[in-house]
């Protein structure tokens, strides 16, 4: 059974930065895709980010050319570097997996943006 962690997430002021990290266990084998999606109270989970195995990357709109995703060599591992957050990036952060056996999700991390 695959394992997600989610840290990094806390308080933090308008304009600020955070790293999510997101850290695979149980498995011993790579990720095709993994990404970060978040959900808002009342509002429906959306995607922030994700990467292929290929490297090759995705963003919601709402955070291009704000937040960059990476992950490690082993693709066991995924972070997402949040600068200039806003209010409205305040949500709950969940890292996701996919394998070709299906998708695996972490709890989740809490981020809040003051104004």
């Known amino acids: 059974q695959v394992h997600l962690v989610e840290s990094g997430g806390g308080l933090v002021q308008a304009g600020g930065s955070l790293r999510l990290s997101c850290v695979a266990s149980g498995t011993i084998y790579a990720f095709k895709v993994m990404g970060w999606y978040r959900q808002a109270p009342g509002k429906q989970r959306e995607l922030v980010a994700q990467i292929v195995s290929n490297g090759v990357t995705d963003y919601g709109d709402s955070v291009k050319d704000r937040f960059i995703i990476s992950r490690n060599k082993a693709q066991t591992a995924v972070y997402l570097q949040m600068n200039r957050l806003k209010p409205e990036d305040t949500a709950v952060y969940y890292c996701?997996?996919?394998?070709?056996?299906?998708?695996?999700w972490g709890q989740g991390t809490q981020v809040t943006v003051s104004s």
């Open positions: 996701m997996g996919r394998t070709a056996w299906g998708d695996s």
